[in-house]
T-cell receptor, first 111, second 112 residues
Framework: RKEVEQDPGPFNVPEGATVAFNCTYS??????FFWYRQDCRKEPKLLMS???SGNEDGRFTAQLNRASQYISLLIRDSKLSDSATYLC????????????FGAGTRLFVKA | NAGVTQTPKFQVLKTGQSMTLQCAQD?????MYWYRQDPGMGLRLIYY???????DKGEVPNGYNVSRLNKREFSLRLESAAPSQTSVYFC???????????FGPGTRLTVT
Protein backbone atom coordinates (compact mmCIF):
# COMPACT_ATOMS: atom_id res chain seq x y z
CA ARG A 1 0.00 0.00 0.00
CA LYS A 2 1.31 3.45 -0.88
CA GLU A 3 1.88 5.80 2.04
CA VAL A 4 -0.20 8.51 0.40
CA GLU A 5 -2.87 7.60 -2.12
CA GLN A 6 -4.92 9.76 -4.44
CA ASP A 7 -7.42 8.93 -7.14
CA PRO A 8 -5.48 9.84 -10.31
CA GLY A 9 -8.65 10.88 -12.13
CA PRO A 10 -9.04 12.59 -14.45
CA PHE A 11 -12.03 14.45 -13.13
CA ASN A 12 -13.86 16.18 -15.97
CA VAL A 13 -16.30 18.80 -14.72
CA PRO A 14 -18.17 21.73 -16.27
CA GLU A 15 -17.50 25.28 -15.22
CA GLY A 16 -19.40 26.16 -12.08
CA ALA A 17 -19.42 22.63 -10.72
CA THR A 18 -18.32 21.58 -7.26
CA VAL A 19 -15.66 18.88 -7.15
CA ALA A 20 -14.01 17.08 -4.24
CA PHE A 21 -10.79 15.11 -3.97
CA ASN A 22 -9.71 12.81 -1.20
CA CYS A 23 -6.25 11.73 -0.18
CA THR A 24 -5.58 8.88 2.27
CA TYR A 25 -2.40 8.40 4.27
CA SER A 26 -1.11 5.40 6.17
CA UNK A 27 1.20 6.91 8.80
CA UNK A 28 -0.89 7.74 11.85
CA UNK A 29 1.96 9.89 13.19
CA UNK A 30 1.70 12.33 10.29
CA UNK A 31 1.79 15.91 11.50
CA UNK A 32 1.47 18.36 8.63
CA PHE A 33 -0.75 18.31 5.58
CA PHE A 34 -0.85 20.43 2.45
CA TRP A 35 -2.50 20.68 -0.94
CA TYR A 36 -0.43 21.79 -3.93
CA ARG A 37 -1.46 22.39 -7.51
CA GLN A 38 0.77 21.64 -10.45
CA ASP A 39 0.17 22.91 -13.96
CA CYS A 40 1.48 20.95 -16.90
CA ARG A 41 5.30 21.04 -17.04
CA LYS A 42 5.48 23.51 -14.17
CA GLU A 43 6.57 23.32 -10.57
CA PRO A 44 4.13 22.48 -7.75
CA LYS A 45 2.72 25.53 -6.02
CA LEU A 46 1.22 25.61 -2.56
CA LEU A 47 -2.55 25.86 -2.65
CA MET A 48 -3.25 25.64 1.05
CA SER A 49 -2.19 24.06 4.31
CA UNK A 50 -4.70 21.76 5.98
CA UNK A 51 -5.51 22.41 9.61
CA UNK A 52 -7.18 20.09 12.08
CA SER A 53 -10.26 22.27 12.30
CA GLY A 54 -10.59 22.56 8.54
CA ASN A 55 -9.91 25.74 6.62
CA GLU A 56 -11.25 27.70 3.71
CA ASP A 57 -9.64 30.00 1.18
CA GLY A 58 -12.15 31.51 -1.19
CA ARG A 59 -13.62 28.71 -3.29
CA PHE A 60 -11.34 26.11 -1.75
CA THR A 61 -12.01 24.17 1.45
CA ALA A 62 -9.65 21.67 3.02
CA GLN A 63 -10.55 19.15 5.69
CA LEU A 64 -8.52 16.72 7.79
CA ASN A 65 -9.95 13.55 9.28
CA ARG A 66 -7.31 12.04 11.56
CA ALA A 67 -9.51 9.15 12.70
CA SER A 68 -9.95 7.89 9.14
CA GLN A 69 -6.57 9.22 8.00
CA TYR A 70 -7.58 11.26 5.01
CA ILE A 71 -7.58 14.85 3.85
CA SER A 72 -9.96 16.36 1.36
CA LEU A 73 -10.10 19.33 -0.97
CA LEU A 74 -13.37 20.84 -2.13
CA ILE A 75 -13.48 23.29 -5.02
CA ARG A 76 -16.69 25.25 -5.47
CA ASP A 77 -17.74 27.13 -8.60
CA SER A 78 -14.98 25.59 -10.72
CA LYS A 79 -13.18 27.85 -13.17
CA LEU A 80 -11.36 26.91 -16.36
CA SER A 81 -8.19 28.08 -14.62
CA ASP A 82 -8.63 25.41 -11.94
CA SER A 83 -7.61 22.77 -14.49
CA ALA A 84 -4.42 21.28 -13.06
CA THR A 85 -3.09 18.34 -11.09
CA TYR A 86 -3.71 18.53 -7.34
CA LEU A 87 -1.11 16.96 -5.08
CA CYS A 88 -1.58 16.13 -1.44
CA UNK A 89 1.45 16.22 0.84
CA UNK A 90 1.81 14.49 4.17
CA UNK A 91 4.68 15.11 6.52
CA UNK A 92 5.84 13.19 9.60
CA UNK A 93 8.81 13.47 11.90
CA UNK A 94 9.05 10.04 13.48
CA UNK A 95 12.41 8.33 13.33
CA UNK A 96 13.52 11.02 10.91
CA UNK A 97 11.90 13.63 8.78
CA UNK A 98 9.64 12.28 6.08
CA UNK A 99 7.59 14.08 3.48
CA UNK A 100 5.45 12.15 1.04
CA PHE A 101 3.72 13.52 -2.05
CA GLY A 102 0.71 11.84 -3.54
CA ALA A 103 0.89 11.13 -7.27
CA GLY A 104 -1.83 13.71 -7.88
CA THR A 105 -5.38 14.00 -9.14
CA ARG A 106 -5.93 15.55 -12.54
CA LEU A 107 -8.81 17.98 -12.94
CA PHE A 108 -10.16 19.28 -16.24
CA VAL A 109 -12.74 22.03 -16.07
CA LYS A 110 -14.60 22.53 -19.34
CA ALA A 111 -16.68 25.40 -20.66
CA ASN B 1 12.75 38.48 -4.98
CA ALA B 2 13.23 35.48 -7.27
CA GLY B 3 12.20 32.77 -4.78
CA VAL B 4 13.85 29.47 -5.74
CA THR B 5 15.99 29.36 -8.86
CA GLN B 6 17.48 26.32 -10.60
CA THR B 7 20.04 25.88 -13.32
CA PRO B 8 20.09 24.49 -15.90
CA LYS B 9 16.50 24.24 -17.14
CA PHE B 10 17.28 21.40 -19.55
CA GLN B 11 20.17 18.98 -19.84
CA VAL B 12 21.00 15.94 -21.94
CA LEU B 13 23.74 13.63 -20.69
CA LYS B 14 25.29 10.45 -21.95
CA THR B 15 25.46 7.45 -19.65
CA GLY B 16 28.44 7.78 -17.32
CA GLN B 17 28.76 11.55 -17.54
CA SER B 18 28.57 13.69 -14.44
CA MET B 19 26.86 16.96 -13.73
CA THR B 20 25.75 19.24 -10.93
CA LEU B 21 22.32 20.83 -10.65
CA GLN B 22 22.35 24.17 -8.92
CA CYS B 23 19.66 25.60 -6.64
CA ALA B 24 19.47 28.89 -4.78
CA GLN B 25 16.80 30.58 -2.68
CA ASP B 26 16.53 34.16 -1.52
CA UNK B 27 13.80 33.73 1.10
CA UNK B 28 16.20 33.16 4.02
CA UNK B 29 14.84 29.65 4.45
CA UNK B 30 16.65 27.17 6.64
CA UNK B 31 15.60 23.95 4.91
CA MET B 32 16.16 22.87 1.34
CA TYR B 33 15.23 19.78 -0.66
CA TRP B 34 15.83 17.93 -3.90
CA TYR B 35 13.06 15.90 -5.51
CA ARG B 36 12.63 13.95 -8.69
CA GLN B 37 9.30 13.59 -10.46
CA ASP B 38 8.52 10.71 -12.77
CA PRO B 39 5.22 10.08 -14.57
CA GLY B 40 2.59 8.50 -12.34
CA MET B 41 4.86 8.39 -9.30
CA GLY B 42 4.61 11.78 -7.70
CA LEU B 43 7.58 13.64 -6.31
CA ARG B 44 10.15 11.59 -4.46
CA LEU B 45 12.62 13.10 -2.04
CA ILE B 46 16.25 12.52 -2.94
CA TYR B 47 18.07 14.48 -0.23
CA TYR B 48 17.26 17.30 2.10
CA UNK B 49 19.07 19.78 4.29
CA UNK B 50 17.31 20.75 7.48
CA UNK B 51 19.67 23.66 8.04
CA UNK B 52 22.99 24.99 6.83
CA UNK B 53 25.70 22.42 7.48
CA UNK B 54 23.45 19.35 7.53
CA UNK B 55 22.23 16.98 4.84
CA ASP B 56 20.21 13.78 5.04
CA LYS B 57 19.04 11.08 2.70
CA GLY B 58 15.49 10.99 1.47
CA GLU B 59 13.57 8.21 -0.17
CA VAL B 60 15.75 7.72 -3.29
CA PRO B 61 19.34 8.90 -2.61
CA ASN B 62 21.28 6.25 -4.55
CA GLY B 63 23.34 7.68 -7.38
CA TYR B 64 23.24 11.24 -6.03
CA ASN B 65 25.25 13.47 -3.74
CA VAL B 66 24.42 16.89 -2.37
CA SER B 67 26.22 19.90 -0.96
CA ARG B 68 24.68 22.63 1.17
CA LEU B 69 27.15 25.30 0.10
CA ASN B 70 25.71 28.00 2.35
CA LYS B 71 22.26 28.99 3.59
CA ARG B 72 21.14 30.02 0.10
CA GLU B 73 22.54 27.25 -2.09
CA PHE B 74 21.98 23.51 -2.29
CA SER B 75 23.45 21.52 -5.18
CA LEU B 76 22.73 18.02 -6.44
CA ARG B 77 25.45 15.99 -8.17
CA LEU B 78 25.14 12.98 -10.41
CA GLU B 79 28.57 11.34 -10.48
CA SER B 80 27.86 8.78 -13.20
CA ALA B 81 24.53 9.36 -14.89
CA ALA B 82 22.30 6.41 -15.77
CA PRO B 83 19.19 6.29 -18.00
CA SER B 84 17.13 5.57 -14.86
CA GLN B 85 17.97 9.09 -13.72
CA THR B 86 16.05 10.63 -16.61
CA SER B 87 13.51 12.74 -14.78
CA VAL B 88 12.42 16.21 -13.82
CA TYR B 89 14.33 17.49 -10.80
CA PHE B 90 12.84 20.06 -8.47
CA CYS B 91 14.56 21.98 -5.73
CA UNK B 92 12.46 23.37 -2.89
CA UNK B 93 12.94 25.35 0.29
CA UNK B 94 11.00 26.03 3.47
CA UNK B 95 11.50 28.10 6.58
CA UNK B 96 11.78 24.93 8.68
CA UNK B 97 11.11 21.25 8.03
CA UNK B 98 7.52 21.66 9.23
CA UNK B 99 6.64 24.57 6.99
CA UNK B 100 5.26 24.71 3.47
CA UNK B 101 7.76 24.23 0.69
CA UNK B 102 8.35 26.52 -2.27
CA PHE B 103 9.62 25.01 -5.48
CA GLY B 104 11.96 26.06 -8.22
CA PRO B 105 10.98 25.74 -11.90
CA GLY B 106 12.69 22.36 -12.34
CA THR B 107 15.43 20.84 -14.45
CA ARG B 108 14.47 18.40 -17.19
CA LEU B 109 17.27 15.85 -17.44
CA THR B 110 17.57 13.18 -20.10
CA VAL B 111 20.26 10.51 -19.88
CA THR B 112 20.85 8.57 -23.10
Amino acid sequence: RKEVEQDPGPFNVPEGATVAFNCTYSNSASQSFFWYRQDCRKEPKLLMSVYSSGNEDGRFTAQLNRASQYISLLIRDSKLSDSATYLCVVRANTGGFKTIFGAGTRLFVKA
Amino acid sequence: NAGVTQTPKFQVLKTGQSMTLQCAQDMNHNSMYWYRQDPGMGLRLIYYSASEGTTDKGEVPNGYNVSRLNKREFSLRLESAAPSQTSVYFCASSLTLSDEQYFGPGTRLTVT
